[in-house]
């Protein structure tokens, strides 16, 4: 079913430059203030390619896609950017600490190209809805530039490991590449040429479905390229380039899979009054009043073990935190027109049931963050509410399992229901189409 492919990866020169200053996290987690750190660490990072600044004096045949294409050009002739001389396959390692605590972690995976699937083939699946602004600046890039810069994050389920086995003898030697980005991850990556070992993963990859965990913007726009192409082309070449795009496969069953929750913050919201909230959210859910100065573990903590037996969440207020446990009948009868698996996940009975029936707030308005936003950080999220936030909800993260079934069910989460950690870095290895 999934086909992946070898290819000859561009790779930046580290004699010519240092990695840590070239290359970036993707472009749709990189802030103003990033892109401006990145803009001063070395004139040939790669953010001016995937996420460019704008002129006052831009046009439509000069801009920032047009002089992306120029950076990749130039840096390509100046040796900037070398191409591997034949083409593999990149094992790929992660190492890094989960984020609030003291817990590392190595996710390892492989970087090669995989054909390109509509949705309906039933062999790519996706977990979220796409916006059209994203899309059309992407394929904006990718007409300019002709590759792509980054991995699609995609997932496989592999409960023996089997791939991973194939890949260890080599991921036991010194890698190619080696280096720590800005959350102190470290990024390893080893080159397989070897045809039989090469051969041998495509075998067992030929089985799996794949899951899209992080890049569906990315991978409509390569279908929307590709479907561009065909039509000019009239009758395509199956193997054409364009038929493959950019992935780092990595197995659901890993231990270094981390899923984070996205904490939501409400706001602006002029008749809140803390009192009637927790009146309404008490016919579907437990009420506890946490009060730290006794409690000796964490609200975190005690959302985390309350979560082991359904769905849970700390409303933050600034009287202070409670524990809410969902009542079960109460919940599942206010969201009986919804599918069952899309009624088990915590991120809708957040939105359905005390966003839009407790508080009021609509779904468009939720859609378009007029009163929530989203903060990954606990802390973060708790600090908002002190500097005068009506209520933060602090949340557990999706489990795989549910993102799985959703999925190959052919249905979707709600917006911000997944953060996959970490990122995969951008510019580890480039597939250019040309």
């Known amino acids: 079913m999934a086909e992946i492919i070898p290819f000859k990866a561009l790779h930046y020169d580290p004699d010519q430059v240092k990695l840590e200053d070239v290359l970036t996290q993707p472009y749709d987690k990189i802030t103003p203030e990033m892109q401006s750190n990145y803009y001063e660490k070395n004139t040939h990072n790669l953010v001016r390619i995937i996420l460019g600044k704008a002129g006052e004096t831009d046009t439509d045949t000069f801009n920032v896609y047009t002089r992306a294409a120029e950076y990749l050009h130039d840096w390509r002739s100046g040796g900037i950017l070398k191409q591997e001389p034949q083409p593999g396959i990149y094992a790929y390692s992660q190492t890094f600490t989960v984020p609030g605590t003291r817990d590392l972690q190595e996710r390892r995976g492989l970087i090669a190209l995989g054909r390109l699937h509509d949705y309906v083939e039933g062999i790519v699946h996706r977990h979220e809805q796409t916006l059209s602004k994203p899309r059309a600046d992407r394929l904006n890039l990718l007409r300019a530039t002709r590759a792509h810069f980054g991995q699609i994050f995609m997932l496989y389920s592999d409960p023996a490991h089997e791939i991973e086995s194939l890949l260890k003898s080599r991921m036991d030697e010194d890698p190619d590449i080696s280096l720590l980005d800005e959350y102190e991850t470290l990024h390893r990556v080893w080159t397989i040429h070897d045809p039989a070992l090469i051969q041998a993963v495509q075998q067992k990859m030929r089985d799996k479905k794949l899951l899209i965990a ?3 913007h990315r991978y409509e ?12 082309i009239g009758d395509s070449d199956p193997d054409a380039p364009y038929e493959f795009v950019m992935m780092t496969l990595i197995p659901m ?18 008749d809140f009054d803390r009192e009637r909230m927790l009146e309404a959210a008490a016919e ?5 009043r946490i009060d730290l100065r006794t409690e000796s573990r964490s ?5 985390g073990q309350a979560g082991e037996n359904g769905t849970a969440f700390v409303a933050v207020t600034r009287q202070g935190p409670y524990l809410m446990r969902a009542k079960q009948d109460a919940i599942q009868h206010a ?6 698996l899309q009624r088990e996940l915590d991120v809708v009975q957040l939105h359905r049931v005390l966003l839009e029936r407790v508080l009021g707030i609509s779904e468009e308005a939720i859609r378009n963050q007029e009163n929530v936003r989203y903060e990954r950080d606990a802390f973060e999220a708790i600090s ?11 949340m557990n ?27 995969l870095l951008s510019g580890l290895a480039i597939y250019a189409l040309e």
């Open 384 to 394: 908002w509410v002190r500097q005068g936030a009506n209520v933060a909800f602090l």
């Open 214 to 216: 992080d890049g569906h």
């Open 253 to 270: 069953e890993s231990r270094g899979l981390v899923i984070l929750p996205t904490h939501r913050i409400v706001h602006g919201l002029l």
């Open 221 to 232: 726009t390569a279908l929307a390229y590709r479907n561009e192409r065909r039509a000019a």
């Open 335 to 340: 969201l009986r027109d919804l599918p069952a």
């Open 299 to 303: 609200a975190t903590t005690l959302l």
């Open 397 to 423: 993260p999706a489990k795989i399992e549910q993102v799985r079934d959703i999925a190959f069910g052919g249905e979707v989460l709600p917006q911000k229901s997944t953060d996959f950690y970490p990122k």
């Open 284 to 288: 579907f859910f437990d009420i506890d």
